[in-house]
């Protein structure tokens, strides 16, 4: 009888556990004020050390999930199998692999892109609406509804692929596959354009590529 009593006491404080934990929000639960993400890595000990971070945090989101449910995670949208791919691919940079071989010997190149060259990529890639805009003057002044909604699901596609364009030119192509296999792992452009306008955002996206004459390189990640 005494066993029994342990028991449920045993699961009424996991109850009261789980109950606190979904009062807060996935970040405030997982991501708290006091724990900052460390800067980008530059060095394979710097990459240890996010990776360290980060493990937690998805332990956390896993603990949360569990608890609460799929649907109050807003984290990265890390809802479902989305989570599990996330997962995978901190495990492949962060566990000895050519993925992990690659990353570390571009670090020093990619951290200098990521702080110096995002004022380059807004220009680049505002430049690259105004040429479309120009181009599809008509459907836009026609009232195409949903022009609009497709331009802003291109905006952070566009950007993403300006890092890209920046990784090959300083730091190799190698680099660049590696920065690419990372953002489809982490399905970073999954969510950017709904299924409904993918194939209008792949149309101008073929458009930009003619009028800047820049490849584009993340097509395949939408």
Same mark, same amino acid.
């Given at each position: ?65 569990? %608890? $609460? @449910?799929? &649907? ?5 949208? +890390?809802?479902?199998?989305? #989570?599990?791919?996330?997962? *995978? ?80 030119? %300083? $730091? @190799?192509? &190698? ?5 690419? +296999?990372?953002?489809?792992? #982490?399905?970073?452009?999954? *969510? ?10 792949l149309e101008m996206l073929e458009v930009i590529e003619f009028l800047t004459d ?9």
């Amino acid at each position: 009888m005494r066993t029994l009593g342990l028991v449920i006491l045993a699961f009424s404080i996991g109850m009261l556990k789980a109950h606190h934990i979904c009062r807060k929000s996935d970040s405030e639960a997982c991501l708290p004020e006091d724990r900052n993400p460390p800067p980008f890595p530059g060095t394979e000990e710097q990459l240890q050390d996010a990776c360290k971070f980060f493990r937690n945090v998805l332990q956390c989101l896993v603990e949360y999930v569990d %608890k $609460c @449910g799929a &649907r109050n995670v807003h984290i990265m949208d +890390a809802t479902g199998g989305r #989570l599990d791919r996330i997962i *995978e691919t901190h495990q492949e940079i962060c566990q000895a692999s050519s993925l992990q071989t690659d990353l570390v010997e571009s670090l020093p190149c990619i951290k200098n892109i990521i702080e110096n060259d995002d004022d380059l990529c807004q220009e680049r890639t505002r430049n690259a609406f105004v040429q479309l805009q120009r181009t599809m003057a008509d459907k836009v002044t026609t009232g195409q509804n949903n022009i609009f909604e497709v331009f802003d699901c291109l905006f952070p596609v566009l950007h993403i692929n300006c890092f890209a364009i920046q990784t090959e030119t %300083k $730091c @190799g192509s &190698r680099a660049r596959n590696t920065v690419l +296999a990372i953002i489809q792992g #982490l399905e970073l452009l999954n *969510e950017e354009c709904l299924d409904t306008m993918r194939d209008e955002a792949l149309e101008m996206l073929e458009v930009i590529e003619f009028l800047t004459d820049q490849k584009i390189h993340v097509k395949n990640l939408l």
